[in-house]
């Protein structure tokens, strides 16, 4: 993540908030300070669940390429709040994500392409935004518990 928007970004501002506790933290402050922009990065450690909502109201992207990821809630909450919302390819949001119409589907952990990504959302225009932001959150609607379960019943009583 540190490489792909330092590089985009390089001298221009910005902010990568992490959220959550883990054994990386390290590795990602020595990365920060080997692009010099430390400064830039907000660690919040763990947070009630609740106050992850605040964080994402604040973001503009979402990013989370990681690797071995099922279908996670994280995404869905983060489409729910107007993110635009970068997930890992074929670990669980294929088919929910479509590229570049409400969100972005990046190969797990693959650096370079989360940079084209990266400078993709850049050069968009504030109508282009806000379009893939309206499209997300309507994405993140069709996922509430109401209408999965919905869907769910229906298609036992097509197969019967």
Do not use: H, W
């Amino acid at each position: 993540l540190i490489p792909a928007i330092a590089s985009v970004y390089e001298k221009q501002d910005f902010t990568i908030t992490y959220i959550g506790d883990g054994n990386d933290k390290e590795q990602i402050i020595k990365k920060a300070k080997s692009y010099s922009c430390i400064d830039k990065i907000n660690f919040t450690g763990r947070i009630p669940r609740d106050e992850i909502f605040e964080y994402l109201d604040k973001s503009d992207v979402f990013i989370m390429i990681s690797k071995i990821e099922t279908f996670g809630l994280v995404y869905l909450e983060a489409m729910a709040r107007g993110c635009i919302v970068v997930a890992s390819k074929n670990e669980g949001l294929d088919g929910i994500i479509e590229n570049g119409r409400n969100g972005f589907l990046c190969g797990a952990g693959n650096e370079k392409e989360l940079e084209q990504i990266v400078r993709q959302i850049k050069g968009m225009t504030m109508d282009q935004l806000n379009k893939l932001s309206i499209e997300s959150i309507k994405t993140a609607k069709k996922y509430t518990d109401y209408n999965v379960a919905k869907e769910y019943i229906e298609s036992i009583d097509n197969d019967n």
